[in-house]
């Protein structure tokens, strides 16, 4: 009697081990699958954001290769004659002018509109800080002239450069913007940033030396002495991808202040301070 007693207690504990691990292995495949419907889950949401991207890219290309054919089209009605790489294309902030026929009529009536040569009389500026005002005045108010006189020559030399195709697109298309006007302020602001920066050897748009910010736009050039030539480079903006110069340059500024000042390795800096009236 005692012997089956003890085999009852054995047989006992022999079922409650093989429970408790079958409850052990139920809640292990419970886990796994909710495990695997989370990761299920989860490849789903990756799988649609691939898509997207995939769409996204897709739609970018269609777009660059619309864009690329337009700009070679416009461009051959003035008989230039380009074929873009579009992946340079898609490295460039590219937009059209943002002015209104209002908004320029504006200024035309309010504003010297014309006077390309309007720092001739400035007794505070050099003579080829003066000459730059007139580049620069030339380009805005005569973009198509300048364009094919100036620029063209550059794209003749690269002819497939997309910096050069798209200023040429841009300048061939856009309405002229008022002439810039010598303003002391702006000026001094970028005579203080051109020399001291041209001391140090440094170069960007960080004040140094106490120098403080006078403008509401600013392109700096390095190591170019002739006038026209820091105009064409602006212009041009090669290896920046915003374009900012060639946007500030043909931009719906006023007021301009213009320091030429030596450069420790450059030989030579231009500081161009924008501004309104």
Known sequence: MKSLSIFLMIFALQACVSITKYNSL???IIQLNNNKKALNKEIRIVENKNRKIEDSISQALIYLELLSTKIEKRLAKFNIYVKLDNKKLSDLALHNQSISKESLKYLRVNNNFTDTNSAKNTNWLSKDEKELYYWLNY???NPKEFCMKYIYPEHLQDKNNVYIATLMDYM????????LFPDK??????????ESTGKKGELGHKRIDGCKSKFRGECCSYGLSKPLDVVIQLLIDKHVSSLGHRYICLGTYQTLGVSAK???SYKINYVLDFGYK
């Open 262 to 264: 030596p450069h420790k």
């Open 139 to 141: 380009a805005r108010l």
């Open 185 to 194: 302020v702006l000026f001094e602001s970028a005579r203080c940033h051109a």
């Open 26 to 28: 139920k809640n292990e």
């Open 172 to 179: 061939l298309h856009m309405e002229p913007v008022p002439a």
